[in-house]
């Protein structure tokens, strides 16, 4: 006998995602992904000045306000085929690394790792059998008997009181948790540091970026960074060295404690290493250019279909038209007045709200496709087409990862594990390290060039009259982000963004192909409907970013309904 569940809303994420699968003999058969709200900014930006779109689209989010500032001025320059000085790509690309290491980092500790961690149990460790476990897999100059033993107190404290705090409301003692109280010790320990390491690379976004979150120093032409090293108001070299710093000491965390723990996590865990596959084309765009003309990058683009590394075809240039040509978007079982798939150059954006309705309308979300097939975007389809370029970096990292976590697991591990649940998690932590690694590449290039007396930061946009088509693309921590503007005599017509959310969480679509969150449920085990965590564990491997949580409100303004997500 089947039964329904449905997990409304999805918490630890952004924005509200409501989850409804059928559970049959234990395993999931069916399932379906609704986001659960509507913001409507591509309505706010018609009409207004391109240079001014930047700083609307951020607030299509709390988390991924740069992701979208940085696609929407590539947009509106693509339209108007500006290229932009050295060392704004290089401004550019330390602040969206930074952001990606900050994103990666608090996706695994804060929003995921209590899936895998059982912190309750962690009161029954040994903090001397935990300190010798950690010193065996890492470093890391925190994995000691004293730190441990301070963590444990300090949660045996909570627990006295009765008031977990940040760790109230988890499935402690679900019998699909299995980690030693040892290893439960060290997570929440590295769970507490890694609160100070995310803050500490977040700082490099709010230095270069003049604030963070909603970054301010860019411009449609370049960035709002004054370069003067004899000027203490400008970018010199005492903030390029804090940066410098902020950035290596986050790269140790990075390598020494989240790249370990994911490896010994996916290891004791190693069955979820064949659970929540599902999609297995992939997409993802180059990313961190090297050169004015985009068409050069430190991180790979392109796809591959059914999971075959030969089928991989690059994406190159932000010109690129193989890209271009391919991204369209179905409203069949969206909240959209019609039924149609278009090409966001020819979308509209006309909400019409029925009512939840799994095999109509369901979702506010729309339905990407890539020349008509479902894909999956985010780390996993960027490692997996790295791997499948021959990508140095890509393979360095996945292939210590394979390695280390084989060791651990007792195994050999390949890259066909990826197409998993935890295959995603380890994609995020492999691209974590190579943009740590990219990171301190480009912050000497933006140094070197600055001491080569090149202080450029900015070229003059020119709008023509008539009418002008751009997109504008970035591999975001989330995955493949797109904007896409249509401009006339220099004001916007028409402005869509297909972001990564969108292409994981989207409905079916009108072939009735599910999405990649949906087919990667089914044949998911579920111990306990009532407490269906094993949802929870793949749902939370894609790291969901709906949109900024807000009030329902109806035509006056008044508030109809709040929801507390604990």
Known sequence: MSTHITVDPITRIEGHLRIDVEVDGGVVKKAWSSGQMFRGIEKILEGRDPREAWLFTQRFCGVCTTVHAIASVRAVEN????????NAHYIRNLIVAAHAMHDHIVHFYQLSALDWVDVVSALKADPAKAAALASGLSEWPGNNVKQFQAVKDRLAGFVNNGQLGIFANGYWGHPAMRLSPEVNLLAVSHYLEALDYQRKVNQVVAILGGKTPHIQNLAVGGVANAINLDNQATLNMARLYQVKELLDSARQFIEQVYFVDVCAIGAMYAEWLTYGG?????????DLPTDATGRSFDLPGGTLFGGDLSTVTPISSFDDPYFQKNVTESI??????????????????????????????????????????VMQVGPLAQVLVGLAQGH??????????????????GTTLTPAVLHSTLGRHAARMIRCCMLAELAGKHWSLLAENIGRGDTDI????????????????????????????????????????????????????GRDQPGPYEASLVGNPVADPELPLEVLRTVHSFDPCIACAIHTLDVHGTEVARVRAL
Do not use: C, M
């Open 392 to 409: 140095e970096l890509t393979k360095k990292w996945a292939v210590k990862a394979l390695d280390t976590a084989g060791r651990v697991a």
């Open 79 to 86: 339209a108007l085929q500006l290229a932009i000085p050295k």
């Open 278 to 286: 599902g999609v297995t084309n992939y997409l993802a765009v180059p």
């Open 458 to 509: 900015f070229n003059e946009p020119v709008f023509p009259k008539g009418e002008q088509h751009g997109f504008g693309f970035h591999e975001a921590p989330r995955g493949t982000l797109s904007h896409w503007v249509v401009i006339q005599d220099g004001t916007i017509r028409n402005y869509q963004a297909v972001v990564p959310s969108t292409w994981n969480a989207g409905p079916r679509d």
């Open 332 to 373: 069949a079982h969206a909240w959209y007045d019609g039924d149609w798939q278009r090409h966001p150059y020819e979308e509209e954006t006309v909400p019409k709200y029925t009512k939840y309705e799994g095999d109509r309308k369901y979702s506010w979300i729309k339905a990407p496709r890539f020349d008509g097939r």
